[in-house]
């Protein structure tokens, strides 16, 4: 009796391989480093000399509350960056002297960033064997986010340091002469260090609406 081959198939060659999309590579998340490293050059390419800052023969103090205050201003305008640059020092140095707080901030940013902005909308976040969706997982993000700040002391040293640099800033740009300053032309006299804050706001903002518009 002659013995007959049954023909097999191989499912395992014919089934599609799926690969999962890692967060890091999507292309919204490479759109958003390109355009904050842009953002960031941008904004170091206008720094002042750091000599001008410290420079000890521009400092006198101001007999006025309101030529302190006309100096604040002028100086924020020339030195905006510089002062941009010291600010984010004193946070960095405050948080680098507080690993803790520093490892839940970290940890509440890369959330928003792969567990919403760059995660793909059409792979729903799963935890616990639970699936949520977009609506839930922002709400929890947001809950995440009133906890860290407002319930623990991270939001504390923030608003400290924030503080700190601030006054910094505000000693320096009453003491500094802006006599010998001169902005450039296409700069107006009132843009100072809130409307460069301003301005790179939107900017990583605008980065960012690509990817939280395809959840709206």
């Known amino acids: 009796?002659?013995?007959t081959t049954l023909p097999t198939s191989n499912a395992q060659s014919t089934a599609p391989s799926i690969q999962p999309q890692a967060p890091i590579t999507t292309p919204a998340f490479r759109s958003f480093i390109t355009r904050l490293s842009s953002s960031v050059r941008h904004g170091f390419s206008q720094r002042r000399p750091w000599y001008e800052l410290v420079d000890r023969s521009s400092l006198s103090r101001p007999d006025t509350l309101?030529?302190?205050a006309s100096r604040i201003r002028k100086n924020s305008s020339y030195f905006r960056v510089n002062y941009l640059t010291l600010i984010s020092f004193v946070l960095a140095l405050s948080l680098l002297s507080h690993p803790l707080s520093l490892i839940v901030l970290l940890a509440l940013?890369?959330?928003w960033l792969f567990l919403y902005i760059f995660r793909s909308s059409d792979q729903p976040l799963v935890i616990l064997g639970r699936a949520f969706s977009d609506?839930?997982?922002l709400g929890l993000l947001l809950v995440s986010t009133v906890v860290v700040v407002f319930l623990t002391s991270v939001g504390s040293l923030l608003i400290s340091a924030l503080l700190v640099g601030l006054a910094i800033v505000a000693v320096h740009?009453?003491?500094r002469v802006p006599e010998d300053l001169f902005l450039d032309d296409e700069e107006p006299g009132?843009?100072?260090?809130l409307s460069f804050l301003g301005g790179a706001a939107s900017s990583a903002a605008s980065a960012g609406a690509p990817a939280v518009a395809t959840r709206v």
């Open 135 to 137: 609506k839930e997982t």
């Open 109 to 111: 940013l890369a959330s």
């Open 173 to 175: 740009g009453a003491f």
């Open 1 to 3: 009796m002659a013995s």
């Open 190 to 193: 009132n843009a100072g260090l």
């Open 66 to 68: 309101t030529e302190a």
